[in-house]
């Protein structure tokens, strides 16, 4: 028990220097945290510092039964009006009925397979493969654009081709006249001629007549500039197709940009307050590197970008301005969706060429492995880290070799007292034995 006191009296510096190791993890965590925020914030700064995001069109279909459309950034915006006459199909034949289409009753020889304007394919048909399925499953191995199935039940079974491309370019043409003997006939008929897509663009009146346009696919890109059209049904009546701006999605980057910057500067706040009254403070209270970032976050989003419009230069135009507190606020989120329909292309000068784009290097130098501010700060940390245990396990070594002299000490020291007490034992036995011979002989 002694010298376990001693050994834990001995232990107060390593004690020290393990609560000054944790407060640094415990600071390296806190950095790590902030730099996440940072890159997230970054991530914010790089969305609508992307061209793309500006020029967005919303499409609206009239009758979304007959057809949908989409369409790329920056498309021309207009009202169009569309009849879908008839919708693009694949050309499909069906075979004559089989009552069992495994049984290998056919011809043997080749047949012919051609699709499209593609090169025609010979597929070998032999007494092996002769049959429904077998012929279904050497077309489908021969590698052309099309799909061969079984259809039917119980006694009659029919080999259905399918094109898998749509309109006449997608025509199959088959030649089974290379198919010889047999106990029945392969022969095909069309259930599905293949048939283009057909569109009329425009309106007929007394004055104009519509444009007629035919596709082979039900998906139409090369009509309406940057737009693609999904046919789905033909119909009697015209469809209004109208491709207006669409600033929903740049709002809602703007809005998911302000919470990232608020929940940076939040962040840097708790990490460097002070509160009087109880005496509480942050872990970085004081740290001048914080506070040159946040100044640097300021400068970032409050800059005027000169070759952007004077209505929406900077942030503050938009009204989204700076708080008190450091935060930034959105005022009015109608007033700010008005501002990005009237002057998208200048909105997007004021972040592709300012905010955004300043904003995403400013951080990139706070964060980059290597040379950040944060990067080079809690590498610091780490390093003090490092001391810390080399000085703990030397001081360690240091402690078990204490220890076990005192060990050694303490128990020559037990061996000593022991061998005493056994001499003082001889010795009062002697004595006694010495008194009582004097007393006999008296």
Known sequence: DLIAELMEAERAPITRMESTKEEYQNKISLLQDLSLKLSTLKISADTLNTSSLYG???????????????AQSGAPTGRYTIQVEQIALAHQLASGVTSDPSARVFGIGTITLQVGSGSPVTINIT??????????DAINNAGLPITASIVG???????????????????VTLNVSGLSGGTETLSFSDIQPPQNAKLLLGVAT?????????????TVTGLLPGVTLNLLSSSSSSVTVEVKEDTSLLQEQIEKFVENYNDVVNTIDNLTFYDPDSGEKGSF????????????????????????????????????????????????REALSEKLSTNSA???????????KNLSQTIQGMTVYGSGTLWVK???????????????????????LKEERLWRQ????????????SQSNWLAGQIAALTKQSSSGS
């Open 56 to 70: 967005a069109r919303a499409v609206t279909s009239s009758q979304e039964n007959v057809l949908t459309a989409s």
């Open 153 to 171: 039940s119980g006694s009659e079974y029919r080999l259905v081709i399918l094109s898998n491309a749509t309109g006449v370019e997608g025509e």
């Open 346 to 356: 200048g909105i997007k000068e004021l972040f592709t060429e300012g905010v955004a």
């Open 378 to 400: 809690q590498d610091m940390y780490q390093r003090m880290i490092q001391d810390i245990d080399k000085r703990i396990a030397s001081l360690e070594e240091i402690m078990d």
């Open 410 to 421: 303490y128990t020559n020291l037990e061996t000593y007292l022991s061998n005493m007490q």
């Open 127 to 136: 007494s092996d493969n002769n049959s429904l399925n077998g012929i279904r």
């Open 285 to 332: 209270l004081g740290d001048v590197n914080l506070s040159i970032i946040q100044m640097q976050l300021e400068r970032a989003v409050t800059s005027v970008v000169s070759s952007a419009p004077e209505e929406v230069n900077s942030l503050s135009m938009l009204g989204v301005k700076l708080t008190k507190t450091g935060l930034l606020q959105i005022e009015d």
């Open 206 to 218: 007394d004055t104009s007549d519509p444009l007629s346009f035919e596709f082979s696919s039900n």
